[in-house]
């Protein structure tokens, strides 16, 4: 989509994401992967992201709770199947026991 056709008016007014799972599977406690997680929990969505470190995850797992969506931050690296997996099958266990 083009920036021209982004009407960022409608960003967080129409729960277009309302209890969906989004899952940011890399650089999701940072950057670029934070803006995305914050803009789906803005609208409703249920935010998994994953990051290398303990830390930042608890503090955006709260800034995303507070924006408006569910978030749930799983230690793991992505470039470790093993753990990629793991990831994805704890932050759906977890999120959709919360809906």
């Given at each position: ?7 960022r ?22 950057g670029?992967g934070h803006?995305v997680g914050?803009a789906f929990a ?6 998994l992201?994953?990051?290398?470190g303990?830390?930042p995850?608890p503090e955006?797992?709260?800034a ?9 931050c ?8 093993d ?6 099958e704890r932050?759906?266990?977890v999120?959709?026991?919360a809906?």
């Amino acid at each position: 989509m083009s920036q021209a056709n982004w009407d960022r008016s409608t960003i967080g007014r129409t729960g277009r994401f309302e209890g969906k799972l989004i899952v940011v599977a890399d650089g999701g406690a940072s950057g670029i992967g934070h803006a995305v997680g914050a803009a789906f929990a803005v609208e409703g969505g249920r935010v998994l992201f994953c990051g290398r470190g303990a830390a930042p995850g608890p503090e955006i797992e709260a800034a995303l709770r507070a924006a408006g969506g569910e978030a749930l931050c799983v230690r793991a690296d992505v470039l470790r199947e093993d753990a990629l997996k793991a990831f994805v099958e704890r932050g759906q266990l977890v999120l959709s026991a919360a809906s």
